[in-house]
Nanobody, 127 residues
Framework: QVQLVESGGGLVQAGGSLRLSCAAS????????MGWFRQAPGKEREFVAA????????YYADSVKGRFTISRDNVKNTAYLQMNSLKPEDTAVYYC????????????????????WGQGTQVTVSS
């Protein structure tokens, strides 16, 4: 089992950057694939990015490709989401999640693949 705590959210102007962190408890962080999802008011939760256990493979939603970068540090038990060139439509609560199994891109983009979730951090991008 793993507990996840997100941080780094806040208010930023369009075009700005933020880096979200997801700190995981326990000594088995490297056995989990990690994902980032977001949910805007009145909308369903959507996939943002994912990274496999070793950090060698990453996946992105088309809407953030080229602007966001997911990474992880298995020594620090932390996953990151670097968000650049932020747009007002990126405004949402961002959640990190951990998946204990593995698969291809279709697996990592499904929220049902993730058993553990953080509490979320708010990101607001002003125009």
């Amino acid at each position: 089992q793993v507990q996840l705590v997100e941080s780094g959210g806040g208010l930023v102007q369009a075009g700005g950057s933020l880096r979200l962190s997801c700190a995981a408890s326990g000594r088995t962080f490297s056995t989990y694939a990690m994902g980032w999802f977001r949910q805007a008011p009145g909308k369903e939760r959507e996939f943002v990015a994912a990274i496999n256990r070793g950090g060698s493979m990453s996946y992105y939603a088309d809407s953030v490709k080229g602007r966001f970068t997911i990474s992880r540090d298995n020594v620090k038990n932390t996953a990151y989401l670097q968000m650049n060139s932020l747009k007002p439509e990126d405004t949402a609560v961002y959640y990190c999640a951990a998946a204990s199994s593995y698969g291809g891109s279709s697996y990592y983009t499904r929220d049902l693949s993730y058993a553990y979730w953080g509490q979320g951090t708010q990101v607001t991008v002003s125009s």
